[in-house]
């Protein structure tokens, strides 16, 4: 590659957001070059464990003990990556971070991100979220709303297939739907149980997924779901949706883009002269070089702290404390969702009901608090959902009972009973001093500052964690289950990997890094479009609002390029 080269664009990352803006600007004729700072994955390709069992693997896919020291920090809830993924994680140990409080940053280096990971849940905001900032005079409004947003919720949800059903709920927009999963007999119980035992509106529905749950053409090459649950080793059918699977392949078929893996994005370079980015510096990790590459426009879609850390050092005379940061608002706001927190229960009876195959998916109850005067909490603020499923426990439920005989031979060849969960996603409001910084004396392999995060749950936080598992209860004793069991895994913000924040969209350029079309208010030719831009956070999974925000703002930079004002 040569340094010389003029792109149109730069797109730094090639996530979920990395992935679109690629797809998007190159469709639009702009030359591009994506960067992405770890190894090449290509589709099908490169998923080494698609068709694996769990048998396959010594420790029946639980880390060793060596690795589990690799995936420390991803490993201390137990979460951690199983021995069959662990290539789509980070090594803890080479990619270390800082943490004044702690914060489980869940990450992946490599082309496709966590597109190839992710959990696949997409629900649309509503003007319930654009407009709760200004009406609580919470944080600064939001310079959208609604209305401004829906038509590029349409455009993506057509492109990358979404499956679910209509409810015409206020708080959670319907969408562009592909024919529903189903619901198992446990939780059309729980289902038929909140109608009847609640008056606030509460419900059940199966998630919104994005996977194909159809056979059509219309994927280009991505096929339906085969529900393997395999999917977070990436699918060889392409059912569900990732950049590997589809944006980059669209990106790649226009001829206008060119893919650099294995490019470390550390600064975004200023031009005093034209008051504009002039491109990127970049370290080339195979061989430690470094190189500048000259862009129009950059797109930063590296995940939300990984930008944040690129504007911090990206240090000029013009912004001295990283780009952007003239009024000290790059790395604030961090925020993430509520996570490891519900309740199970046992479901009696539907012992002569079973289920075919292993659905990617399971139930959603949408917020049903703080929604109106009928609905309002007193001691906290904004609302939460649950997700969840049933199933039934297996002949491994034996194993630790003391028997003998036909008839426990028999038993172990049956499955057991029907157990059903939920665990709670809760919004976390923006604080200022929920923040990431550059660390003073700590730098990675490459000498680069490592960041350091000083992020908790504050006080309406902790008050919405008690609701959650309080109301998970109250609905699993409702509909009649036994044994139900409140759980609150002790953990910190970052493990709902929605982390989200640090260069937050706003009117002010005082109080806010990016405007209304994501570009940065002091230098408009960079486009910050990862989950970095979020000025609140709802309760819903960010992915799909981070693809409607990329198109739209992709849309925009195009247009702006045509008329030649990044020249």
């Not at 226009?254 to 600064?267: A, D, F, K, Q």
């Not at 000083?454 to 008050?463: A, P, T, Y």
Request: a neutral charge; one cysteine or more; proline letters at 5%.
């Amino acid at each position: 590659m040569n340094e010389d080269t003029q792109y149109d664009a730069i797109v730094v990352g090639t996530g979920i957001t990395g992935g679109w803006a690629a797809k998007e600007l190159c469709e639009n004729g702009l030359k591009t070059l994506v960067l992405e700072r770890g190894p090449m994955v290509k589709h099908i390709v490169d998923y080494p464990t698609m068709n694996d069992d769990t048998w396959d693997y010594p420790f029946k896919g639980e880390l060793s003990l060596a690795d589990k020291r690799k995936y420390h920090k991803q490993a201390r809830i137990g979460w951690a990556p199983k021995d069959d993924v662990k290539h789509f994680f980070v090594n803890d140990l080479e990619h270390p971070y800082q943490e004044t409080k702690r914060f489980d940053w869940i990450r992946g280096y490599h082309v496709g991100g966590r597109s190839l990971t992710w959990g696949r849940q997409s629900y649309r905001w509503s003007d319930l979220d654009f407009e709760a900032n200004l009406k609580e005079d919470i944080a600064v409004d939001w310079p959208v709303r609604y209305k401004d947003i829906a038509p590029w919720y349409d455009k993506v949800e057509k492109y990358i297939g979404v499956s679910g059903e209509l409810l015409g709920l206020p708080q959670l927009p319907d969408g562009q739907f592909l024919p529903p999963m189903e619901l198992n007999c446990a939780e059309k119980e729980l289902q038929q149980s909140l109608g009847k035992q609640f008056d606030d509106g509460r419900l059940l529905t199966i998630g919104r997924v994005a996977h194909i749950t159809e056979n059509t053409t219309s994927f280009e090459g991505r096929g339906p779901c085969q529900y393997r649950n395999r999917c977070w080793r990436g699918c060889p059918f392409g059912g569900y949706f990732s950049s590997n699977s589809a944006t980059l392949p669209a990106a790649e078929r226009t001829g206008n883009m060119t893919l650099r893996p294995n490019s470390i994005v550390h600064e975004v370079v200023y031009d005093a002269t034209t008051k504009k980015a002039s491109g990127v510096k970049i370290i080339d990790t195979k061989t430690g070089e470094r190189f500048t590459f000259k862009g129009k426009l950059v797109f930063l879609c590296a995940s939300a702290m990984a930008s944040v850390g690129i504007l911090l050092q990206s240090k000029s005379e013009r912004f001295p404390n990283g780009m952007g940061n003239t009024h000290d608002q790059v790395g604030r706001n961090i925020m993430d969702h509520h996570y490891q927190l519900g309740a199970s229960a046992k479901v009696e009876g539907h012992l002569e009901k079973f289920y075919i195959g292993r659905r990617p998916n399971g139930f959603y109850i949408p917020r049903f608090v703080n929604l109106d005067e009928s609905t309002k909490r007193p001691d906290f603020l904004r609302g939460f959902g649950y997700q969840g499923g049933a199933g039934r426990d297996n002949w491994a439920a034996m194993v630790a009972e003391l028997g003998y005989g036909a008839a426990y031979k028999e038993a172990m060849l049956k499955p057991g009973g029907w157990n059903i969960g939920m665990t709670g996603f809760g919004e976390m409001l923006p604080h200022p001093d929920n923040r990431v910084t550059l660390s003073t004396n700590k730098k990675d392999v490459w000498g680069l500052p490592q960041l350091d995060f000083d992020v908790e749950f504050k006080d309406n936080e902790l008050k919405m964690r008690e609701a959650i598992k309080a109301e998970a209860v109250a609905m699993l004793k409702a509909a009649g289950f036994t044994d139900v069991n409140p759980y609150d895994t002790e953990t910190g913000p970052g493990l709902g990997i929605h982390e989200m924040g640090g260069a937050r969209m706003g009117w002010n350029p005082r109080t806010s890094v990016v405007n209304k079309n994501n570009q940065l208010h002091e230098v408009p030719n960079v486009y910050i479009t990862d989950g970095a831009f979020m000025t609140s956070a709802s309760c819903v999974n960010p992915s799909l609002t981070y693809m409607a925000f990329t198109a739209r703002a992709a849309h925009h930079a195009a247009e702006q390029f045509k008329l030649g004002n990044f020249s």
